[in-house]
Structures are given as structure tokens and as C-alpha cells.
């Protein structure tokens, strides 16, 4: 049996939560300006491993900013790319980040999006 990979496992949740906010909202889910989820899922996996090549090794925080930028482009492609332009986005994307990691079996998930999502660091 092939394992499910923990990062297409979070993005799954996180589109599903957006469609029943959207549903729950009364929202239509056409856009006018097109949306990442409108391109190939290799065009978003592409961009999501540009912006992680680039966190240093070193940081610290490494781990927890290869995630954001998952997040980030989770909700992005779902939402709308008008969003990156906002300010208030990324307060709520840090927001929805904490409220993930606070959460036990969630923050497991996420160490293991992490690993893939990162390259391995040479000691």
C-alpha cells in the first residue's frame, strides 16, 4: 500500500474547509481573476518549492516558514491570488498557522508536510 503523503493530506483539509466557508458564506466559487487552483498542480507545487529553496538552512524558524509558505499557497490558489496584495491575509494566515500547530495530531501532520516539503539540510 502507498503511504499518503501528510502535505497532500493538509492541502486537502485546507481546500475542503474553504469550500464549506465559501458555501457557508453564500459566496459564488467563480472567480474573475483566475486562481493558482486553475493551474496545473505541478505549477503550484513549482512555486511552492521556489520559495522554500530559498529559506536559509540555518534559520531557525526554517521548518515553520516552509509551512507558511505551503499555507500560504494553499489558500492562495483556493482564494484567489488578489490576496498576496493583502496585508490582512498574511496576519490571518499566521493566525490560522498558530490555531494548526496548537493542535496535536495537526502539528504532527505538519512536521511531516515539513520534511517534504524542505530539502535535506548537510551537516
Known amino acids: 500500500m502507498t503511504p499518503i503523503d501528510p502535505s497532500a493530506q493538509l492541502a486537502a483539509l485546507i481546500r475542503s ?6 458555501k457557508s458564506a453564500g459566496r459564488s466559487t467563480q472567480k474573475t481573476t ?38 500560504e499557497s494553499v489558500l492562495i490558489a ?10 490582512a491575509f498574511y496576519t490571518m494566515v499566521e493566525a490560522v498557522q498558530q490555531q494548526m500547530e496548537s493542535d496535536p495530531e495537526l502539528a504532527k501532520a505538519i512536521r511531516s508536510a515539513t520534511k517534504l516539503l524542505l530539502p535535506p539540510t548537510e551537516n
Not at 483566475?34 to 529553496?53: G, H
Not at 483556493?78 to 496585508?87: R, V, Y
Request: proline content about 7%; glycine content about 2%; overall charge negative.
Open 17 to 22: 474547509q474553504v469550500q464549506s466557508l465559501r
Open 34 to 71: 483566475q486562481r493558482q487552483s486553475d493551474l496545473p498542480q505541478k505549477d503550484i507545487a513549482s512555486l511552492i518549492a521556489s520559495r522554500v529553496s530559498i529559506i536559509d538552512p540555518d534559520d531557525p524558524q526554517r521548518e515553520r516558514k516552509a509551512f507558511k509558505v505551503f499555507l
Open 78 to 87: 483556493e482564494l484567489g491570488d488578489t490576496l498576496a496584495n493583502d496585508p
